[in-house]
């Protein structure tokens, strides 16, 4: 598994949306001109993801498919990734606390990839009624 830092993430799931195979973004990667992600996604330069690159072709594909873990995320993290990756929002399928998250709704795919990438100071548990509360361990 490889070990990413949270602005990998976001970069790496922004990636993952813009329709490319793996192919075409090894390559873009390999020439460094970014340029054609960036007027996709304005917002984001694509540094951490060149930055990941650069530390092996196959750690970066395991990242890109979501073989990753964390370093350190922080609570505002996690809440956007769960809006970024998988399309959860607060209030509806969760409820965000002071230090977690508690009643999050989802199916266990999405439960595995997120126990995968959490860093080690969270910990996610099932709940007696089956949903799920991320707090720090």
Same mark, same amino acid.
């Given at each position: 598994m490889?070990i990413?830092?949270?602005?990998?993430?976001?970069?790496?799931?922004?990636l993952s949306?813009l329709?490319?195979?793996?192919k075409e973004?090894?390559? $873009?990667?390999?020439t460094g001109?970014l340029?054609?992600w960036?007027?996709k996604?304005?917002?984001?330069?694509?540094?951490? $993801?060149m930055?990941l690159f650069?530390?092996?072709?196959?750690?970066f594909?395991?990242?890109?498919h979501g073989?990753?873990?964390?370093?350190?995320?922080t609570?505002?993290?996690?809440?956007?990734?769960l809006y970024l990756?998988f399309?959860?929002? /607060? !209030?509806?399928?969760?409820?965000?606390?002071e230090t !977690?998250?508690q009643?999050? $709704?989802c199916?266990? /795919?999405?439960?595995?990839k997120?126990?995968?990438?959490?860093? $080690?100071?969270?910990?996610?548990?099932k709940?007696?009624?089956?949903t799920y509360?991320?707090?720090?361990?």
């Amino acid at each position: 598994m490889t070990i990413i830092n949270l602005m990998q993430a976001y970069e790496l799931d922004k990636l993952s949306k813009l329709d490319f195979t793996n192919k075409e973004i090894v390559r $873009t990667l390999q020439t460094g001109d970014l340029s054609v992600w960036q007027e996709k996604v304005p917002n984001y330069e694509f540094s951490e $993801t060149m930055a990941l690159f650069q530390e092996g072709e196959q750690l970066f594909l395991d990242a890109l498919h979501g073989n990753y873990r964390i370093k350190y995320v922080t609570l505002p993290g996690i809440q956007r990734l769960l809006y970024l990756r998988f399309q959860l929002e /607060e !209030g509806k399928d969760y409820q965000l606390l002071e230090t !977690g998250i508690q009643h999050l $709704t989802c199916n266990e /795919e999405t439960i595995e990839k997120l126990q995968r990438m959490l860093s $080690t100071n969270w910990s996610l548990t099932k709940q007696v009624g089956g949903t799920y509360s991320i707090f720090i361990s």
